[in-house]
């Protein structure tokens, strides 16, 4: 199989004992049949499918943006937009935090860049401990659906780096299909949203890059 | 008593199903999944949330997440405007559908959380739950919800001594000769698994194994109608 195609659930993917079941796939006796509705991809042996809808779900090392919702004596809970929130706790804060000053770093209603660190029963935890982590103070948030993340970052960030190069924006994508868009100017994070959503819309389009490049040429004159 | 053979008012063979049949994939955009599906002068739209965190906290399952189905007829589905709102007839469908869904979900992944499916009838003409069930799993699929499986629902019944597939209204409700009539709604999986039967009225034990293969043998044709619309919609996906 070199296509990627579409399956919906109970559809046999692969027969034969060549394969193994990746994510959103089953063995059942010799055939690779799949859990859920997306595009089935097969590498290195390896059949997944690609979920094509849905809610996001949190995964350990991903970069999302939420809003905090409650301050606790240790910590921040922070809405990422999926059914369990996010823990931040007051020991994944990269600098020194007064016991009764956590609203100083982050008060309830701010946006937050976070990382999520892992995933237990309890909930998910959250952590600031990286570049590019924190509270955002300024610049403009774009919601998109979160299967369209990827569309927007493309092909090792060509499509994220070409947006930021074109509009002069500083742009980090939250995989939870929250976009941060900063710029020096409005007119530019403007500018930014609306190529985010042109791609978010055309991301069926094959050679989605290119088809960008060309639509920025034609909103210069 | 009458020995005739029931001959089918719209002309329809007896193991014809109403047409048209028409699925629709995602026309409900807040929702994480939706469908709709029609068959003949039925209408059922699905609508699908979540999974999310169950409310009330007392419901919670830790062990895995919940199905939650709520079946609705609207006021102006039918022709006298009926009260809106749950009755007992909706609460029941609400739990039939719960159970026709819940062997093919996978919700080992989600404890305490609950996926919750509300399927609502716009246009009703006689085997709704069906088109509930066949909405309501194709609206799953496109949540992304993970499962083994698909299901198909169709109904068949009794007019008098005779097997008909697909009962319209007037077959259902109006019927009256001999043996009067008997809808029995039936789910299967793709793999011909019964996930639902429903009977209420007499049958033998033959003919009720003859319908089972009818049902069967439709619910065949309804799931490559599911699986086509799914197919098709990827392009189209907001």
Redesign the interface.
Known sequence: MSERKVVIPGEVIEKGNDFLPGEGTEKRGEEIVALRYGLAEESNRLVKVIPLSGVYNPRRGNVVIGKVELITFNGWVIDIGTAENAFLSLTEVPRFVNKDGLDEVMDIGDMAVIKIAGINKRGVDATIKSRGLGRIDEGLIVSVNPNKVPRIIGKEGSMINLIKDETRCNITVGQNGLVWIKGDKIEDELYAKKAILFVTEKSFTSGLTEEVKKWFEGGKK | MTTKEYKRKDGRKNDEMRSPIVAKI?IIPNA??SAMFQIGKTIAIAAVY????MHPQHSQNPEKGTLRCTYNMLSFSVEDRIRPGPSRRSTEISKITEWALEP?V?LDK??N?VVDVHINITQADAGTRCAGINAAAMAL??????????VSSVSVGKMDKTLVLDLDKYEDSEFKDGEGSTDIPMSF???GEITHLQLDGKITKVQLKEAIKMAKKASEEIYEI??KA??ES??E??
């Open positions: 995602g994480d999944g979540g999974p999310k965190k093919i996978i989600y404890p959380m699929a496109h949540a992304g919800i993970p499962m083994k499986d698909m999986t793709r793999s599911q699986k799914l197919k990827v392009g996906l907001k």
